[in-house]
């Protein structure tokens, strides 16, 4: 059913009546428009993030036809993640800095309707870690949600574009910004904060969606009251974590300085009314510095949407010495795991293990590698949840000023953000991959305030027996095995999409979309856009017709030696010297391009 924006917004206004006191509109209008294949109302594309899609008019016996039905472009350069929101007649379009938003009517002719471009001091550029990126827009109850760079979330008017209210998240000259996508959940608007580069402190914060209010900030690490934890509540891997534990496991107060950001994505059950997120790599990047498991840095925090009190969480890399940011999707999804009906949480980790949990209880159910590179672990151990690391990949044990050579996967991981499709016809996850790794040699760091607080030189090259830098591959979560894989000369930075035609669709760094059978991963079509797409590949309806979406604009971690002019192969924290070769297949663009089978 195609519905007009301003027919969504006034069942808003009449759903604040008809819901119990307590009650938002937007959480019963997000919870039936999720489930709306005609739009595209989040980022994942719905809550359990699963990036599905029931519509089949495009399908794998005619998506070979598919042509390009209109482009628009952003006027900005750098790169450009996320994709575009579909409500009604609107379409809402992001940029990267300086963070532009654009109202297109779809109705009439993809007019603009109305632009909204923040004036922020430029001075948060030089502290943004891999680019200059931002990972989309919210929605919900008629206004449209925004975390710009210098960590101001804005509340727009989705009518006008009017500013209803800004909220203050952080402070830039900390080196705290902002590169997340918020989630909508009933009356709160969460999210995150970027900077492990430069000692901030993650946190995941809600605000009221109607006033901006701050309601409740949960830190990675800190004492239970900064936390949110239980310690007899809380449970990790089943047991209570116990009184104080993101301080028990840090020397003195480097917990202050700890990294630990949540600039991911979020995820939410609503039965359980459990939102899912994970943090990041804990600071300085020097694990000399730093001895003990650092907690609760790489970690799947599971906390009750309304109080944000933890109920459990899993610490997947303890005492990180690799930079494998924990901050990629939790995929919701009710599947069979060993033969049992389970209400799973998958997640693909930088670190190179594909993990399944019971998302109720945090169990740890499955955890495999979904790339044969890695290396730095040999295995999780089931009981403890622990990797066994091998000694000759641990920068800690090899030591300061020491370049130890070889890791896999690289500090980028198997998988960065780019986010990942689940097909509930096929059972399979599609992921797109990096297939990097490398040398890492660590320094003595002092922390100063918005300062850079690294303590590492890295360089990155393909893994061993090839040149493809990525993958894009079939996911058995049940079991923990790769079904099929498709090698790519460089990183697959795009989000992948599922449909119920039986494609799966993603984009190249070189600038391809390209969609592919979803039993088999036969390549069914390929279309070259203006620039490399690290952006996330969306479908909606309209006017009867299916369109499918893309933001192409070459940049991110992988492609930050373009965006911002970087030369030596060792800037970029590593990445420039990887993907030299990317600049003799595109060049810098912002463009939205949409396609349709005529």
């Known amino acids: 059913m195609k519905m007009r924006l301003k027919s969504v917004l006034c069942a808003s206004a009449v759903g604040v009546v008809a819901l119990a006191a307590g009650q938002a509109s937007a959480n019963s209008e997000?919870?039936?428009?999720?489930?709306?294949?005609?739009?595209?109302?989040?980022?994942?594309?719905?809550?359990?993030?699963?990036?599905?899609?029931?519509?089949?008019?495009?399908?794998k016996?005619?998506?070979?036809?598919?042509?390009?039905?209109?482009?628009?472009?952003?006027?900005?350069?750098?790169?450009?993640?996320?994709?575009?929101?579909?409500?009604?007649?609107?379409?809402?379009?992001?940029?990267?800095?300086?963070?532009?938003?654009?109202?297109?009517?779809?109705?009439?002719?993809?007019?603009?309707?109305?632009?909204?471009?923040?004036?922020?001091?430029?001075?948060?550029?030089?502290?943004?870690?891999?680019?200059?990126?931002?990972?989309?827009?919210?929605?919900?109850?008629?206004?449209?949600?925004?975390?710009?760079?210098?960590?101001?979330?804005?509340?727009?008017?989705?009518?006008?574009?009017?500013?209803a209210w800004t909220a203050k998240n952080g402070d830039a000259s900390k080196g705290e910004t902002s590169t997340a996508a918020p989630l909508v959940i009933k009356?709160?608007?969460?999210?995150?904060?970027?900077?492990?580069?430069?000692?901030?402190?993650?946190?995941?914060?809600?605000?009221?969606?109607?006033?901006?209010?701050?309601?409740?900030?949960?830190?990675?690490?800190?004492?239970?009251?900064?936390?949110?934890?239980?310690?007899?509540?809380?449970?990790?891997?089943?047991?209570?974590?116990?009184?104080?534990?993101?301080?028990?496991?840090?020397?003195?107060?480097?917990?202050?300085?700890?990294?630990?950001?949540?600039?991911?994505?979020?995820?939410?059950?609503?039965?359980?009314?459990?939102?899912?997120?994970?943090?990041?790599?804990?600071?300085?990047?020097?694990?000399?510095?730093?001895?003990?498991?650092?907690?609760?840095?790489?970690?799947?925090?599971?906390?009750?949407?309304?109080?944000?009190?933890a109920k459990w969480v899993y610490q997947m890399t303890p005492h990180d010495e690799w930079d494998y940011d924990g901050i990629n999707e939790m995929i919701l999804a009710d599947i069979d795991v060993k033969g049992k009906p389970t209400k799973a949480l998958v997640h693909f980790d930088r670190n190179g293990f594909g993990y399944t949990m019971d998302r109720t209880n945090g169990a740890l159910l499955v955890a495999e590698k979904y790339d044969p590179a890695v290396n730095w672990a040999t295995h999780v151990d089931m009981a403890t949840g622990r990797p066994q690391v091998v000694d000759k990949y641990s920068t800690h044990k090899q030591g300061e000023d020491v370049n130890t050579k070889g890791i896999?996967?690289?500090?980028?991981?198997?998988?960065?953000?780019?986010?990942?499709?689940?097909?509930?016809?096929?059972?399979?996850?599609?992921?797109?991959?990096n297939h990097v790794c490398m040398d890492y040699e660590p320094f003595k760091v002092a922390y100063a305030a918005g300062q850079p607080y690294v303590g590492a030189t890295l360089s990155m090259y393909p893994a061993p027996g090839g040149q493809n830098l990525g993958n894009f591959i079939a996911w058995d979560a049940s079991e923990g095995k790769i079904k099929w894989s498709i090698p790519e000369q460089f990183s697959v930075w795009s989000g992948a999409l599922a449909t119920a035609g039986d494609v799966v669709f993603y984009g190249t760094l070189e600038g391809y979309l390209k969609a592919v059978d979803a039993s088999s991963g036969k390549e069914l079509f390929r279309f070259k856009t203006p620039s490399g797409?690290?952006?996330?590949?969306?479908?909606?309806?309209?006017?009867?017709?299916?369109?499918?979406?893309?933001?192409?604009?070459?940049?991110?971690?992988?492609?930050?030696?373009?965006?911002?002019?970087?030369?030596?192969?060792?800037?970029?924290?590593?990445?420039?010297?990887?993907?030299k070769q990317l600049s003799s297949y595109t060049q810098l663009g912002g463009v939205l391009t949409v396609f349709s089978l005529d």
Not at 98 to 104: D, E, G, L, S, Y
């Open 30 to 59: 997000l919870l039936k428009m999720q489930k709306d294949p005609n739009q595209w109302v989040m980022q994942l594309g719905n809550y359990s993030g699963q990036r599905y899609s029931e519509l089949n008019q495009i399908n």
């Open 61 to 163: 016996d005619n998506v070979k036809n598919l042509k390009v039905a209109w482009s628009f472009s952003t006027g900005v350069l750098r790169g450009h993640e996320g994709g575009p929101l579909v409500i009604g007649d609107m379409m809402f379009v992001h940029a990267p800095f300086p963070n532009t938003v654009f109202a297109i009517d779809l109705a009439n002719g993809n007019r603009i309707a109305w632009k909204y471009e923040p004036k922020q001091d430029s001075s948060v550029i030089p502290v943004m870690c891999c680019d200059t990126v931002n990972r989309g827009l919210a929605y919900a109850d008629g206004m449209v949600f925004m975390s710009q760079a210098d960590t101001t979330l804005v509340a727009l008017d989705a009518k006008t574009g009017k500013v």
């Open 187 to 309: 009356d709160k608007v969460y999210v995150g904060i970027s900077g492990g580069e430069f000692g901030v402190r993650g946190h995941l914060t809600a605000y009221d969606t109607k006033t901006g209010k701050m309601v409740w900030r949960g830190y990675s690490m800190g004492p239970d009251s900064d936390t949110l934890m239980d310690p007899e509540k809380t449970t990790h891997l089943g047991k209570p974590v116990g009184k104080d534990s993101g301080t028990a496991t840090w020397q003195g107060d480097q917990w202050k300085i700890g990294g630990g950001t949540t600039w991911g994505w979020y995820t939410y059950d609503p039965d359980l009314n459990l939102i899912y997120y994970g943090s990041g790599n804990p600071s300085t990047w020097n694990p000399v510095q730093r001895p003990g498991d650092n907690r609760w840095s790489m970690t799947i925090f599971a906390r009750d949407a309304d109080t944000g009190m």
């Open 408 to 433: 896999c996967p690289a500090a980028l991981g198997s998988k960065d953000q780019q986010p990942s499709a689940y097909s509930p016809k096929t059972k399979m996850f599609y992921v797109p991959t």
């Open 533 to 579: 797409i690290i952006g996330n590949v969306n479908t909606y309806v309209h006017g009867g017709k299916q369109y499918v979406a893309v933001l192409s604009g070459v940049g991110g971690w992988a492609g930050i030696g373009m965006a911002a002019g970087l030369q030596e192969d060792t800037a970029g924290l590593g990445a420039v010297g990887a993907y």
